[in-house]
Structure formats: C-alpha cells, structure tokens
C-alpha cells in the first residue's frame, strides 16, 4: 500500500477526473473513492486514461451505511466495480460502523479477496469498542482502519490499538479539510523547512506511520501534497506539532456510535 494517496471527497464530475489524472501523472499511486462520494465512475475514467498499468494503482473504495448488510455488501461491491469499470479493489472499506449492521457486514466481506474482488478488505471510522467487536465475532482482522488524523486529533487509544493488532491505519482529513493552515506552529515550522504548511501536516502523518490521503481539486497543491519526501520533520518539531493535539474533529465524530 502507498504511503500517500489522493483523496477525492467532494469532486465530482470533470473536476474530479482532472484531479485524479493530475495526481497520476504527478506520481500518486493511491486513489481513494467510496460509494457515497458519487465519483466511482469519474476515478475509473481517470485510471483508464492515464494509461498507466491497473496493477501499478491502489484503488480503495468503501460500502454506504445504506448498502450495509450481509446480502446488499457484496451487491455493493459488484455495483462499485461496475462503476469504477474494474474487476477488483486493493482496498474495500466499511465506510462507517452502522450499529446494527457492521458485523454482518464484515463477515460478508470477509471473503472478498478469496473471491478476487478485493485484494483487501478493511474499516473506516472504527473505534476501539467497535473493532474489539469484530474481534469477538470473526477471527479476520481488517487490514486498514481510515480514520480522521491530524496534529489537531491523535485518537491514540484506537491508533494504539490497530498498532498492537497489526491494522494499517489511514489518515483522512490530513489537512484538516484546509481549517488549520494558518496556526502559528505550522507556520514556524514550514518556513523552518522551506515547506508549505500542507506538507508540514502531511509529513507530520507520515511520520506516525499513517498513510495520508490528502485531497485537492487544484493542480499546484495536487504537487504541493506530493512533494513530502525531501525533508523530515526533527523530534522537536513533531514534538510541538504533537501539542496541538485538542481532539478537534473536522469531519463526523465516530466514537459516539454505540
Ligand atoms: P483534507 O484534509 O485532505 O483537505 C482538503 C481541503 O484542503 C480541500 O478544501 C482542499 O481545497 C484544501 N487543500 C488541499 N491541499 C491544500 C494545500 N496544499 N494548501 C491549502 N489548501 C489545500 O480533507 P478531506 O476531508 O478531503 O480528506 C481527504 C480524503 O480522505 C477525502 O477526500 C476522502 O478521500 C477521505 N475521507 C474519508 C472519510 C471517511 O469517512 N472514511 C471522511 C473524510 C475524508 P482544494 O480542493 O480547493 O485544493
């Protein structure tokens, strides 16, 4: 799995496919979509146009909440596929813990990759109660947990916990959905860098091990977010980045589901 990916929340249509093409012809090997973002079409457009071979791309996408369940998931998939004009994901997620519905769920996709439909299959927005959960009902673990990250939000106990049980964990909202460019600590230490505050945040994912899958629309910041290899962020920067934890969400809240 690519330690970067590109996001695709909110673009549809032509901007979406331009975006999705830029970031594969700037080097972006990691795509991720989902149902509910209504682009699966446009980002199948987008890796079909940029020529480069289906097996050199990590595509991720995700099951709705509405398309939960044990007969629906695998129906999901197979429309997601469709739309996408794939045969297989790298990546399939549960995009939400719906209460009543996960562990099914789960077990349901379970055996994907058996079948060829994904070569994994994982969870997004899972908290400690809800992967303790699956634990006890199936012995498969999820590959990956996507969750909300930034210097802003640790959520150390379930990153702790995907550490212990070997779960990948994915940083989505990296750039706090743009809300927190401007804090001064960023600042100081992008200029320190010789970097824009994006790459200080995304380098900050990166160096926890995450994998961040930044989003953007525009072609300069699409570069921006890739270019996080060239530098590295010493201890006592990460240190105070690390400060600004305040547990600020700026997406949903997932630990309130039951
Ligand atoms: P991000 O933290 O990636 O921020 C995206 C926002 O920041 C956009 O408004 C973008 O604007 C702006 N931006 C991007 N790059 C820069 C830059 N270099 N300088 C200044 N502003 C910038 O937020 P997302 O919520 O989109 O998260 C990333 C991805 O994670 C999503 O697209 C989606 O794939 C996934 N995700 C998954 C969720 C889940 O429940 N599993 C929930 C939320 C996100 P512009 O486009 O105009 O550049």
Redesign the pocket.
Known sequence: MPVLGF????ATGRTCVAAVGEALRVGYRLI???SM?GNEREVGIAVRESRIPREDIFITT?VASSEQGPRSAPKALEASLGRLGLSYVDLY?I??PARRKRVATWEAMVPFPERGLARAVGV??FMVHHLEELRAANETLPAVN?I?LSPFLHQKEVVGDCRRHGIQVEA???????RR?KEPVIARIAAKYGK???QVLLRWSLQQGFVA??????PE?IR??AEVFDFALSPPDVRALDALDKGLH???DPSRVP
């Open positions: 996001g695709t929340a909110g991720d979509t989902a973002y995700k997620l995009h939400w997004s927005n996507q909300e989505y909202s990296p750039l706090t959905r743009g460019l824009t505050p994006a899958i930044p989003k953007s629309a525009r910041r921006e977010n700026f997406d949903w």
